[in-house]
């Protein structure tokens, strides 16, 4: 199931059957290191730009807020997240997708909001 609201402009998306999970496929904003490079690779010196890669996302539930830029992937019914890139594999309760506008080259800093 997906809900499009335009007045609000959000994307939600649920699954309840593990045969057909919720998925969303993004391209990165070119980081290296794989996944979570905006802040944990810039601590370990990886943080550099490596081209885009594709970011596959799995899991029971989406929601997405065009205002904040951000798709909150959780497990729900399904249990777990998925999400891979062409060099790393991370499973957990949840995923926090910070989307940039486009244009937008920022640096190591990217990905922290305060």
Known sequence: MIVLDRQKQTLVSRSSDPAEPVRA??????????LG???SSAKSGAGKQDGPSVIKVRGGDLKYSDAEHKAVMRGGALGTVLAETGT??????EVELL???????AGKDAGRRR
């Open 88 to 93: 790393a594999t991370s499973v957990s309760n």
């Open 37 to 39: 490079a905006g802040a």
């Open 99 to 105: 989307l940039l506008p486009p244009g937008n080259h």
């Open 25 to 34: 496929i993004l391209l990165s904003a070119g980081y290296a290191g794989g």
